[in-house]
T-cell receptor, first 114, second 113 residues
Framework: GAVVSQHPSRVICKSGTSVKIECRSLDFQATTMFWYRQFPKQSLMLMAT?????????EQGVEKDKFLINHASLTLSTLTVTSAHPEDSSFYIC??????????FGNGTRLTVT | QKEVEQDPGPLSVPEGAIVSLNCTYS??????FMWYRQYSRKGPELLMYTYSSGNKEDGRFTAQVDKSSKYISLFIRDSQPSDSATYLCAMSARDTNAGKSTFGDGTTLTVKP
């Protein structure tokens, strides 16, 4: 089955630093990738939609200058949390979708900003 | 009102029970229906993927879609403690921009040995 790899699974960083999270589709070409944030015991909150070779589309209320998304190839999208603060601590999940396929998710990245 | 409403739970059942998880929706454009299972601190895992109305069975899992009632269900037979997780329904319309899926808020299931 389709596999989406997300890395790192856990990261701790200091306030003010930037963190990059990678999302790779391993056995299919992902025309679209999505980035979500999930708070404890809550559902997925879509942050942005990323299409290969074009600018990401951000959901209302998501700061595009803070959450930089790059989808440089059909198998890789990255989310960079810039100048991270403790309130950015959360579980970030990516998903990828190939042509005619349902979404497949990565295993998430737990970000802790100290 | 949310486009997708999911029974909130939590749900606790004894091992071996039949579990029914349900979602309703309001957008008649939805044609693709998914169920995901999410273990704690993991990404969601696709369980079932169906198109339009009808039933689909995969092992102990049966997905049911009733487009006339805008209602979908996931049935788990002979539930096991390993089925304890949060279950998310999701759906999308054929021509939705970038194929965005709309998710329910999830139902947390605990299967007790």
């Amino acid at each position: 089955g389709a596999v989406v790899s997300q890395h790192p699974s856990r990261v701790i960083c200091k306030s003010g630093t930037s963190v990059k999270i990678e999302c790779r589709s391993l056995d299919f070409q992902a025309t679209t990738m999505f980035w979500y944030r999930q708070f404890p015991k809550q559902s997925l909150m879509l942050m942005a939609t990323s299409n290969e070779g074009s600018k990401a589309t951000y959901e209302q209320g998501v700061e595009k200058d803070k959450f930089l998304i790059n989808h440089a190839s059909l198998t890789l999208s990255t989310l960079t949390v810039t100048s991270a603060h403790p309130e950015d601590s959360s579980f970030y999940i990516c998903s990828a979708r190939g042509s005619g396929q349902p979404l497949h998710f990565g295993n998430g990245t737990r970000l802790t900003v100290t | 009102q949310k486009e997708v409403e999911q029974d909130p739970g939590p749900l606790s059942v004894p091992e071996g029970a039949i579990v029914s998880l349900n979602c309703t929706y309001s957008n008649s454009a939805f044609q693709y229906f998914m169920w995901y299972r999410q273990y704690s601190r993991k990404g969601p895992e696709l369980l079932m993927y169906t198109y339009s109305s009808g039933n689909k069975e995969d092992g102990r899992f049966t997905a049911q879609v009733d487009k006339s009632s805008k209602y979908i269900s996931l049935f788990i037979r002979d539930s096991q403690p390993s089925d304890s997780a949060t279950y998310l329904c999701a759906m999308s319309a054929r021509d939705t921009n970038a194929g965005k899926s709309t998710f329910g808020d999830g139902t947390t299931l605990t299967v007790k040995p």
